[in-house]
């Protein structure tokens, strides 16, 4: 998150291969989601993506049921990031991924929402309150961008209501942030 993915890239790397090495593959589930979210922030979004989605299809099969939520959020992010647009990458990343870019950034906000979503049902099912604040935040922002205003508004609303229960006060002023621009 401070601009280091190459580094990151390559100690994450590191981390798998010794879990692998060394038979952990359930601890090297911990570096999974990390290594393919900075894959994504490096510039390797298909191929970040590409890992997430491999990683939670064999991450479900060998019983570990939060994976599928959890890729889903964070694919939700990303997606929800693609819709929004609002930084262009440079020309090489956009080249490195054209083929990925072109197959979804016009159906960003629809898998966007379609992930979040299942991710938020998943994390009710699970009784995880602290992902099911996180997802209704996500959720949230992005109905609010598309102008999906109700659906914003339930979502920040009961967002508010779980995190001041949690008592996580950071998470309240954010959904009070939200909140203001409904008056």
């Not at 979004?45 to 890729?71: D, F």
């Not at 950034?105 to 994390?123: N, Q, S, T």
């Amino acid at each position: 998150m401070v601009g280091r993915t190459g580094e990151a890239i390559t100690h994450l790397a590191e981390a798998r291969d010794i879990f692998e090495r060394g038979g952990l593959e359930l601890a090297r589930i911990f570096g999974e989601a990390p290594y393919c979210l900075v894959l994504v922030m490096s510039g390797r979004i298909a191929e970040g993506v590409g890992q997430l989605e491999a990683t939670a299809g064999r991450l479900t099969a060998m019983g570990q049921e939060y994976a599928r939520p959890y890729a889903d959020f964070f694919l939700g992010e990303i997606y929800r990031n693609m819709a929004a647009g609002t930084e262009r990458p440079p020309w090489p990343v956009i080249w490195q991924n054209l083929g990925f870019l072109l197959r979804n950034v016009p159906f960003a906000k629809r898998l966007a929402r379609r992930h979040l979503e299942a991710a938020l049902a998943d994390f009710r099912r699970m009784d995880f309150q602290a992902s099911v604040v996180l997802a209704l935040l996500s959720l949230g922002e992005l109905h609010r961008a598309e102008k999906r205003l109700r659906q914003a508004r339930h979502c920040f609303e009961e967002g508010r209501e779980i995190a001041v229960t949690m008592q996580d006060h950071d998470l309240v002023a954010k959904f009070d942030a939200a909140l203001v621009a409904f008056g």
